[in-house]
C-alpha cells in the first residue's frame, strides 16, 4: 500500500515538478489568467456563431434548391429536394408517382433580363411576376405576403420577382412605369396588371382568376 501511494506522489515532491509548478503560479497572475479567460470566452462567441451562420445558410440553401410537386392523386405538397429530382418520386400521403413536368417554387423565384425567357414565358402553368426595387418601401412591405403566396400557391402558380434596378429590358418590353407592379402570366402571355401595394386579397384574386 505504501509502495502505491510512494509511486503516486514522489513524483510531485520531485524538486523539478515542485519548480516547475512554482513557475506556473508565478507566471499566471490573476490579471492573466482573467486575459486568457476572456480570450478563451471570445474565441468561443466567435466559432459558435461561424457554426450558428454555416448551419442557417445550409438550411436556407436547402429551401431555396427544393421543389414543392402537388400530388395529382391526392392533392398533397410534396418537397422535393435537389439532389433527388432525377429519382422518381412517389407522393409522402398516398404514394402515387409524381410528375416532374411542372415543378413549383414554394419561395418567389428572382428573374432577370436573361433568365426571364425560361423562367416566366417557357413556365407550364400561372406565373405572378413583381418588379421590384430593393429601395422601394411599398415592395419591402409587399415582399413578405408575396413569400405567404408562393408557399400558399405551390404546386398551382410560380411567383417571380424582377430587380429593375439591375434589368431594364423586361421592364420597357412590359411598360414597366413604377414600382412596384405585377404582371400575371398564363402560358406565356401576361393576362392581368397590378399596380402599386395591393392587399393580399386582391393580389390571390387575380392568382385564382389565371389558375
Ligand atoms: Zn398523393
Not at 399596380?195 to 389565371?210: D, T, Y
Amino acid at each position: 500500500m505504501s509502495f502505491i501511494l510512494d509511486s503516486v506522489f514522489r513524483p510531485l515532491n520531485s524538486p523539478r515538478f515542485v519548480s516547475f509548478s512554482r513557475k506556473i503560479r508565478e507566471n499566471l497572475r490573476p490579471k492573466k489568467i482573467f486575459l486568457l479567460t476572456s480570450a478563451i470566452r471570445d474565441i468561443y462567441f466567435f466559432m459558435s456563431s461561424v457554426w450558428r451562420t454555416a448551419a442557417e445558410n445550409k438550411e436556407k440553401k436547402m429551401n431555396r434548391e427544393s421543389l414543392i410537386i402537388l400530388c395529382p392523386q391526392c392533392g398533397a405538397k410534396n418537397r422535393i429536394p435537389q439532389d433527388r429530382w432525377g429519382d422518381q418520386a412517389v407522393c409522402g400521403k398516398c404514394r402515387a408517382p409524381l410528375p416532374f413536368s411542372s415543378p413549383f417554387p414554394d419561395h418567389p423565384v428572382e428573374v432577370s433580363d436573361r433568365t426571364f425567357q425560361n423562367e416566366v414565358l417557357n413556365f407550364s402553368g400561372p406565373v405572378l411576376l413583381e418588379f421590384f426595387a430593393p429601395w422601394c418601401g411599398h415592395c419591402q412591405r409587399l415582399s413578405p405576403v408575396l413569400d405567404q403566396l408562393a408557399s400558399e400557391f405551390a404546386g398551382r402558380a410560380k411567383v417571380a420577382k424582377l430587380n429593375i434596378d439591375e434589368n431594364s429590358l423586361i421592364p420597357s418590353q412590359y411598360a414597366v412605369r413604377g414600382v412596384p407592379t405585377m404582371l400575371f402570366f398564363k402560358g406565356g402571355r401576361p393576362m392581368n396588371r397590378l399596380v402599386g401595394e395591393q392587399p393580399k386579397g386582391e393580389i390571390e384574386r387575380q392568382l385564382n382568376s389565371i389558375l
